[in-house]
Nanobody, 121 residues
Framework: QVQLVESGGGLVQPGGSLRLSCEAS????????MGWYRQAPGKERELVAT???????DYTDSVKGRFTISRDNAKNTVYLQMNSLKPEDTAVYYC???????????????WGQGTQVTVSS
């Protein structure tokens, strides 16, 4: 089993910053990709950013230049630095980790419980 612990959400004024973190623990031998999704009220879940095992980072267009995803491989932790926050960034942010628990079994796809980010004046 793989568990994800998220932290860093909260209430912030427009233009402010927050840093989300997500630590994966449990049976992990290899992580293929770590990323962040978000879901605003009444909207579908959308991919925000990913960081794969090859070092490639990708962002959805609406956050490019404002958000930065990073990883600490030794700690199996992924971060999302969010700057210049806008009200439209308000959502529940979910951490996602895909990888392998052993070298024989199928890959896992783990999700955090979500952390609320509210951007409001």
């Amino acid at each position: 089993q793989v568990q994800l612990v998220e932290s860093g959400g909260g209430l912030v004024q427009p233009g402010g910053s927050l840093r989300l973190s997500c630590e994966a623990s449990g049976s992990i031998v290899h992580i293929v990709v770590m990323g962040w999704y978000r879901q605003a009220p009444g909207k579908e879940r959308e991919l925000v950013a990913t960081f794969n095992s090859g070092g490639a980072r990708d962002y959805t267009d609406s956050v490019k230049g404002r958000f930065t995803i990073s990883r600490d491989n030794a700690k199996n932790t992924v971060y999302l630095q969010m700057n210049s926050l806008k009200p439209e960034d308000t959502a529940v942010y979910y951490c996602n980790v895909r990888g392998y628990s052993d070298y024989k079994g199928p890959p896992f796809d783990a999700w955090g419980q979500g952390t609320q980010v509210t951007v409001s004046s």
